[in-house]
């Protein structure tokens, strides 16, 4: 992309979440969630071939509508309350519109469809900011929020994130899809936890945006896209493909990874509270996600030459260097776990 | 209790540092001296305290036997892969120690846990090695499967069991096991009690394993190489068993009622599994079927709580770790000559290897429970406390015993004796490292039978 547009991409895109964070006003939200969606078109599509339009197409109807019915529930409580103030959506309708339209930017079940192929038209990059930085606003607005907003709806949403991301992704051979799943299953737990401790959304939030750098940075420097590809990944660079397997086990949530802290600290609370039942059934759909993270996790570090099964053999244009970002990010998704007592007196 | 596990974890530099040439002389010895010092675990000061403690670890009659056990079987597994090991690139060698060495400081670190979370949190650290040793170190396709079995199964039992600590956490206050062992037994009537107990039990029954849920073992240990077969052998079932003891003290009154249908299976999977052993093709598959028996013995004997069984199941644990162990190792020094498993197709080895026919013969008259080894006395406790809670287990177990017997022999006399295979026309001599691997596995155990009561736990 020519420097003038990309500046100008991405400098929106960091106008829209600030907007969105700083905003208090119910137009200025909206205002930075559009600034958002319009800011990360062109991004999108500057590639022209038809899967990335029609994956823009698909992202852009999904995104506006959800910021109409976001623009929609804030003009209700406007009406029936007469202000316009974020934190005090008191209108019980508003507060539910509202649920469902952030649930719909980020893609939770049942509002999950447009998210595996909107992701899997995208180059991984690209796809990369879709999963991560395009979440932070609606969650910005979901932590102001949570008082408000209606429990059973959120551990409804929560449950059904979980499942269907975990059942979803078992059929699929292409990462992008995959990564798309898991992006839904994380956020089913991140939802669910909501309205009794928003602490733990905001560092399960912090987590997922660090193991999926990582994941799709790992990705990118192996320049593969499908399982075919990512196969022979030991033979390019075998350290990092050790750090793939580490970074898809700890976002399949098994200790000692840090991956399992966010799970850790949910059930704890969900136990607090005597939700016992979603408790076991969000424990239990984890391992649904955990079971296709290792069957990638086979293909990519488990099973070496010489006997690559399903390898397609690729040409191998460029060195593989990892970069600060990728280790950083690696060293973060794997090593945390110990230092859980610091973090949770430090966030709550 | 630092003075061990801070050298085990400084095990991982001097692998990744040290030459070549002095890779494995160098781990092996290293981890002989930390196995060495470990041995100081055993003079504890009174019979049923804790000892060695800081705040987060300790060491009490229970856990002292398996981390001596654990800390004592690292040269041993170095040993052991030391001739499958060698023709890879070096930096793959000093990766398999080092996940060996992981095995052991996370199997440290669970053993010595005071509190449940942190047991917990190591009784899922240790299935991340064993399953990257089994599945990219294993030596067959059924690798992969066998790896996804082994993790599906322990998770599905212990996601449950995390829920069910943090529950207890929620009611009970702590879960420090220095503390649970004071607290009042709490009225558990309701059905969502009886759920409580089943998450807290199953994790631990499938580990261990119960006969019901044991189809991951054959495949794992089958399929992993042969550190790996060694330490789920001798270790990461007796994690179940320990995990057990452990929380059992918490579960009563509800124990008494619904142990029944564990207990059935336990007692049952003994007969059933023993007599699969006696119509396996496959020699390593015998040896896993054969654990998964001994192991019903163990998990019949914690669901019964008294203190015979109790002694018992340790005396058994330790004593089944060292043997069974010792027979895989036993396993693999046919299958480095010949590549095959099959028991058919290494016949005959007394004439090739006859002082390995000792070792053969020493191992399964321990195997088949011999007075006066410690098997034996595991056994015997555990039968006979068994009895006591219903007089009509003895058929079963004694006829468990009978087949024990039974398997053993026929696993000695297929390998053993017999005409020498014809095809077998160079085997290699056995190794100094051979015997050596098998007297470091049989020499404790002779040594046990002078002193059970290192081994026998609070009675």
Not at chain 2, 108 to 117: D, N, Q, V
Request: proline share 6%; charged share 5%; aromatic share 10%.
């Amino acid at each position: 992309m020519n420097p003038t547009t990309s500046t100008i991409t991405i400098l929106s895109l960091g106008l829209g979440t600030t907007l969105t964070f700083i905003g208090s006003h119910w137009l200025l939200i909206w205002m930075g969630l559009e600034i958002n969606t319009l800011a990360i078109i062109p991004m999108m599509i500057h590639q022209h071939h038809p899967r990335a339009v029609e994956a823009t197409t698909k992202y852009f109807i999904t995104q506006a509508s959800a910021s109409a019915l976001l623009l929609f529930a804030s003009v209700t409580n406007a009406w029936t309350t007469g202000q316009w103030n974020l934190t005090e959506l008191l209108n019980p309708t508003s507060a539910t519109l509202t649920t469902i339209a952030l649930a719909l930017k980020i893609g939770l079940a049942p509002l999950h469809f447009w998210l595996p192929e909107v992701l899997q038209g995208l180059d991984l990059i690209t796809g990369l900011i879709l999963s991560t930085w395009q979440k932070l606003a609606p969650f910005a607005i979901l932590l102001q929020l949570y008082p408000l907003l209606n429990p059973n709806l959120l551990t409804l949403l929560g449950i059904l994130s979980t499942i269907i991301g975990g059942w979803g992704g078992l059929n699929q051979t292409q990462l992008r899809k995959i990564l798309a799943y898991s992006s839904i299953a994380n956020l089913g737990w991140m939802i669910i936890i909501l309205h009794y401790n928003p602490n733990l959304t905001q560092l399960n939030l912090i987590l997922y945006i660090i193991m999926t750098l990582t994941t799709f940075l790992l990705f990118n420097t192996f320049n593969s896209t499908k399982i075919n590809s990512i196969a022979s990944s030991s033979s390019k660079s075998p350290l990092l493909s050790i750090m793939a397997l580490m970074t898809l086990l700890s976002l399949g949530g098994l200790p000692p990874l840090s991956g399992f802290m966010p799970k850790w600290l949910i059930l704890q609370e969900l136990t607090k509270q005597n939700l016992i039942i979603p408790a076991t059934i969000m424990a239990i759909t984890a391992l649904l996600s955990l079971f296709f993270y290792l069957r990638l996790s086979y293909t990519t570090t488990l099973t070496m030459n010489p006997n690559p099964l399903n390898m397609s053999s690729s040409w191998r244009t460029k060195t593989i260097n990892p970069n600060l970002l990728l280790t950083m990010m690696a060293s973060l998704s794997i090593l945390l776990l110990p230092l859980t007592p610091a973090i949770i007196t430090t966030i709550m | 209790m630092l003075k061990i596990l801070l050298p085990t974890i400084m095990l991982f530099p001097t692998t990744w540092l040290v030459s070549k040439k002095w890779l494995w002389p160098t781990s092996l010895g290293h981890s002989l001296i930390i196995a060495l010092l470990s041995l100081s675990w055993f003079k504890w000061n009174s019979d049923i305290s804790w000892d060695f403690s800081n705040q987060y670890l300790a060491i009490d009659p229970l856990s002292a036997p398996l981390l001596v056990l654990t800390c004592w079987l690292l040269p041993l597994m170095i040993l052991a892969s030391q001739n499958h090991i060698t023709p890879e690139p070096i930096i793959r060698q000093r990766t398999y120690i080092t996940l060996l060495i992981s095995l052991q400081m996370f199997l440290i670190l669970a053993f010595s846990a005071t509190e449940m979370i942190m047991f917990y949190i190591m009784f899922e650290a240790t299935l991340i090695p064993t399953l990257i040793i089994i599945t990219r170190w294993g030596n067959q396709t059924e690798r992969l499967n066998a790896g996804i079995y082994f993790l599906f199964y322990t998770l599905i039992g212990s996601l449950p069991l995390l829920i069910a600590l943090l529950a207890l956490q929620n009611n009970s206050g702590t879960l420090s096991m220095m503390i649970m062992q004071y607290s009042q037994p709490s009225e558990l009537l309701l059905w969502a009690d009886k759920f409580w107990w089943m998450a807290c039990i199953m994790a631990f029954l499938v580990k261990m394993p119960l006969y019901g849920v044991h189809l991951w073992l054959p495949k794992a240990h089958v399929e992993a190489p042969i550190a790996g077969s060694m330490v789920l052998a001798a270790i990461l079932l007796k994690l179940g068993g320990y995990g057990m003891m452990r929380i059992i003290v918490m579960l009563n009154p509800l124990t008494k009622e619904m142990a029944y249908p564990f207990m059935i299976l336990a007692i049952w999977g003994i007969i059933m599994t023993s007599s699969i052993c006696l119509r396996q093709t496959d020699l390593k598959s015998l040896i896993a079927y054969s654990s998964v028996s001994h192991m019903g013995l163990v998990a019949g004997a914690i669901l019964i709580q008294t203190p015979w069984s109790f002694a018992g199941a340790i005396t058994l644990m330790i004593a089944h770790g060292l043997i069974s162990s010792a027979l895989f190792c036993l396993a693999n020094t046919n299958y480095e000559r010949i590549h095959s498993r099959t028991l058919l197709l290494a016949r005959g080895i007394q004439v090739a290897l006859p002082l390995m026919a000792t070792w053969w013969f020493l191992t399964n008259l321990a195997n088949l429970a011999l007075p006066p080894t410690p098997n034996l006395m595991g056994e015997l406790l555990i039968i006979s406390s068994l009895f006591n809670w219903s007089n009509w287990t003895i058929t079963l177990t004694g006829l468990g015993v009978l087949i024990t017997a039974s398997y053993s022999l026929y696993m000695f006399l297929m390998t053993q004796r017999g005409p020498t295979q014809s095809h077998i026309t160079s085997f290699n001599p056995s190794y100094t490292r051979e015997h050596l691997l098998l007297t470091l596995h049989l020499t404790p155990m002779f040594l046990l039978i002078l002193k059970p009561e290192l081994i026998m736990g609070w009675t």
